[in-house]
């Protein structure tokens, strides 16, 4: 049997069971997990990947959800906001409150640079991205992140589809490959291997 069709047919159930995808706009600002899975496998088959892979990355990256306790969940980067502005903030990592007093702290410096140095919600895109996804500003990506996971989900593929070498790893299954693009050099041997248990 061609290894494409169990994919395949799966997603056919998926769409058969959940209908097609909504747009964005229109889904909870917590989504079902039936409803992410619905919608990430939509848009991996419309960008050729098998919805498998893009699921495994959802799952290592936030567990596959944007929210925690009604908030969005964020990290802080020290590290690139350093390196943006020459000013320091850190403080001990102890979950989400840790990481909003980060950003709060940064915001009082600099606002754009301290929204640029924080990944957001269940696809963990840099805010330092925010024009490769389709927002002019980091505000407009913060405040429609802020929105609802499925604007995670639809941002998370115009972000792969925008770098070919990680679309194609994507479609190949070349996990090291799209952890190098996804999550810098340094992630490889570090996320790839989570990507590929869990797919």
């Known amino acids: 049997m061609d290894p494409i069709l169990p994919w395949l047919f799966g997603s056919a159930v998926l769409v058969l069971l959940f209908g097609k995808s909504k747009p ?63 000013q320091q903030v850190s403080l001990p990592r102890t979950g989400q409150d840790s990481e909003y007093a980060m950003l ?24 330092f991205n925010h024009k490769i996804i389709g927002y002019p500003t980091v505000q407009d990506m913060y405040a429609d992140f802020q929105r609802g996971e499925a604007m995670h989900i639809e941002g998370f593929f115009r972000f792969v589809a925008a770098n070919k070498k ?8 070349d996990f090291a490959t799209f952890a190098y693009y996804y999550n810098g050099p340094k992630g490889v041997g570090v996320y790839d291997p989570k990507m590929i248990k869990r797919y």
């Open 104 to 127: 709060e702290q940064a915001r009082a410096i600099d606002d754009t640079q301290g929204l640029r140095a924080i990944s957001m919600g269940a696809s963990q895109i840099m805010g």
């Open 24 to 86: 964005a706009s229109e889904y909870p600002r917590v989504m079902t997990d039936e409803q992410r899975t619905a919608l990430i496998t939509q848009l991996a088959n419309e960008y050729q990947i098998e919805p498998a892979v893009a699921l495994a990355v959802f799952d290592v990256e936030s567990g596959s959800k944007g929210f925690k306790n009604d908030r969005l969940i964020i990290r802080f980067e020290p590290h690139i906001f350093k390196k943006r502005t020459g």
């Open 166 to 173: 990680l679309l194609q790893a994507a479609r190949d299954k």
